[in-house]
């Protein structure tokens, strides 16, 4: 099984290049030009497509050719106040050249739009803000110039006290999207809410695919194991251009043991990866540690030499 490694956003090795600059709303809002208040989002925003595009030179010089897009990079875009401006238009300049980057190297990218992006509230505001908030992501992924295949991965949100009735508010209010929207996510489990078996079976009946958090999955399980539920996992991305995707971290601590730590453990994801290749022969694996792509390269040093692991390049191997 070849394993591509990808990381999150921002790089530790490519100096001043945060892709998620930004600024606060107080800031904003104490700008008396309106006119020039807008034209500061607009400079900070491409800033941080520059930025994004620099790290992209990065990951090909290191072989990496799985990344995630960082989902600021337009400050503010969320604000009511600005709610209405099509920022995406504005800037549709500045997102085709790291689209075609994208797809010229072979890079697979998307978005995973932030907690607060929720498809079960009960809360018609919320609701309304999360629709647009995915819709600003998929807007910017078709700027680019990417297709479905580029994904915008969510979770199943909120409990609310009831959490069957609240799966089925997903499934429900996931119905109601345009297809187009639809065409775009993908669904993971998370640390304290949904389980990988419960995300999988409202995954599955949405016809989207599933991405696996190991981490999350140890937080939070009903006693399911990764052997039964990996092969259902694998099928949901069957269709799909990109093969199966995972999210990987390790424990901070036992104290805090949802929070990531900065670097991976190898024994995390080696008893997994020997699991997961009877089932598929391509994987991408997801780094989500503090220390980002350094982390990356950390975890490749661990992994050489290691038998059953043999590296690819600077960031792959064959297991």
Not at 116 to 121: A, C, G, K, R, S
Request: hydrophobic share 40%.
């Amino acid at each position: 099984m070849l394993v591509r490694f990808g990381f999150v956003a921002m790089s530790l090795h490519v100096k001043n290049a945060s892709p998620s600059k930004t600024m606060t709303k107080k800031t904003f809002e104490q700008i008396a030009d309106r006119k020039a208040a807008l034209q500061k989002i607009v400079r900070i925003a491409r800033e941080n497509l520059h930025n994004t595009q620099r790290i992209l030179y990065h990951c090909i010089a290191h072989d990496i050719h799985f990344y995630r897009f960082s989902s600021r990079l337009i400050p503010l875009a969320g604000l009511e106040s600005v709610r209405k401006i099509d920022f995406v238009k504005v800037l549709a300049k500045d997102f085709q050249p790291l689209g075609q980057f994208v797809r010229e190297n072979g890079i697979r990218s998307g978005f995973h739009p932030d907690h607060f992006t929720v498809l079960n509230t009960p809360r018609k505001q919320v609701l309304q803000t999360s629709v647009a908030d995915l819709r600003r992501h998929v807007n910017m992924l078709k700027a680019m110039g990417l297709d479905s295949a580029y994904k915008c991965n969510i979770h199943v949100g909120g409990v609310y006290g009831d959490k069957k009735a609240s799966g089925e508010t997903f499934k429900k209010n996931f119905a109601r999207l345009k297809p187009e929207l639809q065409q775009y996510l993908c669904l993971e489990n998370d640390d304290k809410a949904f389980t990988a078996g419960e995300t999988l079976g409202i995954a599955k009946s949405c016809g989207v695919p599933m991405v696996l958090d190991i981490h999350h999955h140890r937080c939070n399980h009903d006693g399911e194991s990764l052997e039964e539920l990996w092969p259902e996992i694998v099928n949901t991305w069957e269709k799909e251009t990109f093969p199966p995707k995972i999210h990987v971290s390790t424990p901070k601590s036992e104290e805090d043991f949802r929070s990531h730590a900065d670097y991976v453990d190898p024994d995390d994801l080696l008893p997994f990866m020997k699991m997961a290749r009877k089932h598929c022969d391509r994987l991408d694996i997801m780094i989500e540690a503090k220390k980002k792509d350094d982390a990356l390269f950390e975890l490749m040093k661990e992994l050489d030499g290691i038998p059953g692991v043999e590296k690819v390049n600077q960031a792959a191997v064959r297991v």
